[in-house]
């Protein structure tokens, strides 16, 4: 996990929250506190006593339930059961459904520094928005050098050391209809432990570097349709230079992998050559991994083809033998 995001950041990001709005109601001394963990909590027991287990760095929501039960207490009571909970060391409290605060719930607020925030969505909307937008904030993150793409609907994220021509290559897939994410820096998220999505910098997004060109607007160039945002990554194509001394796979029966940010990605390694097609070579690649993982494995398809055909020549003899009087 990362070190966290800011109370004060979350209510910031309005326009990119999916239609969450916050409002801080009071506690805006602890804006700079931080969630660590995007699971939200609902802990309608500790109001009752049993708040031993609401855990710091997560967000704690109050719906219409415990507002609502909050109200049936004398004031005494409830001022007892919200110090109890705002006792603990929360980045802050979400009320939910526009509901109006309840002064001991201010004060408690206003006394501990906890943020206190609104939304006017229903409970069940605003934990799901709110879940989404912190589980990518908060996703492990690194940044690596190369090209992303969409190809033929697969995300294809093309390495290979500085010069070597990844950028010639994406613009030559971008001519064939495909599309560009993100050019030289490719900034790369992991949702869920599983899910790997990468982005371009929003300074340098629908933009390429191309040597003896210069740089390039490949949206305005190609139209809207040639770019996107954000793509999740499911195969690696690594492009080196060609090596007379080494030996290169010629069969592809077995899978490469590579470990991106703890998740194992598909690794396709093309050595280049004067003459050799980048972008052709790069296509391929992608309708094969688009194959095998509808298990039309080609090369293991071969070679059982193969095997079936020796293990029947070597049958023949005997069968010959047999037959003879």
């Known amino acids: ?30 804006l700079e506190r931080r969630i660590t963990m995007p699971f939200l909590q609902r802990m309608g027991l500790a109001l009752a006593g049993v708040d031993e287990f609401l855990r710091p760095g997560r967000a704690l929501i109050f719906g219409e339930s415990e507002i609502r039960f909050l109200e049936r207490m004398d004031v005494p009571a409830r001022r007892t059961a919200l110090a109890a909970v705002f006792a603990h060391d929360l980045p802050c409290v979400v009320l939910t459904a526009g509901l109006e605060p309840l002064p001991e719930l201010i004060d408690a607020a206003e006394t501990t520094g906890i943020p206190l925030l609104r939304s006017s969505l229903v409970t069940a909307m605003a934990m799901a928005r709110l879940t989404m937008l912190l589980e990518d904030r908060l996703a492990p993150s690194e940044v690596q050098h190369g090209v992303l793409l969409d190809v033929l609907g697969l995300g294809v994220m093309v390495t290979g050391e500085s010069g070597i021509g990844k950028s010639e290559c994406a613009l030559d897939l971008v001519v064939r209809g495909h599309r560009l994410v993100a050019d030289d820096t490719v900034e790369i998220r992991c949702r869920g432990g599983a899910i790997l999505v990468g982005r371009c910098p929003e300074f340098t997004r629908h933009h390429m570097e191309i040597r003896g060109l210069g740089i390039v607007n490949v949206t305005d160039l190609f139209g809207v349709s040639a770019t996107r945002t954000s793509k999740r990554i499911e195969l690696v194509v690594r492009l080196e ?28 390694t093309i050595p280049v050559a004067t003459a050799r097609n980048l972008a052709m070579l790069v296509e391929v690649a992608v309708r094969t991994h688009l194959l095998r993982s509808r298990g039309r494995h080609a090369a293991r398809l071969l070679a059982s083809r193969l095997e079936q055909r ?3 020549l070597a049958e023949r003899p005997q069968n010959l033998e047999a037959e003879e009087p």
């Not at 996990?1 to 916050?22: C, H, I, P």
């Not at 060609?242 to 590579?258: A, M, N, P, T």
Request: no cysteine.
């Open 1 to 30: 996990m990362s070190a966290g995001v800011s109370v004060g950041t979350l209510v910031g990001l309005r326009g990119e929250a999916s239609g969450l709005s916050l409002d801080v109601l009071a506690g805006a001394a602890g």
């Open 310 to 312: 020796l293990e029947a």
């Open 241 to 268: 230079r060609w090596d007379s001394g080494r030996e290169y796979d010629r069969l592809g029966l077995e899978s490469e992998r590579i470990d991106v940010l703890g998740v194992a990605v598909p690794l396709v």
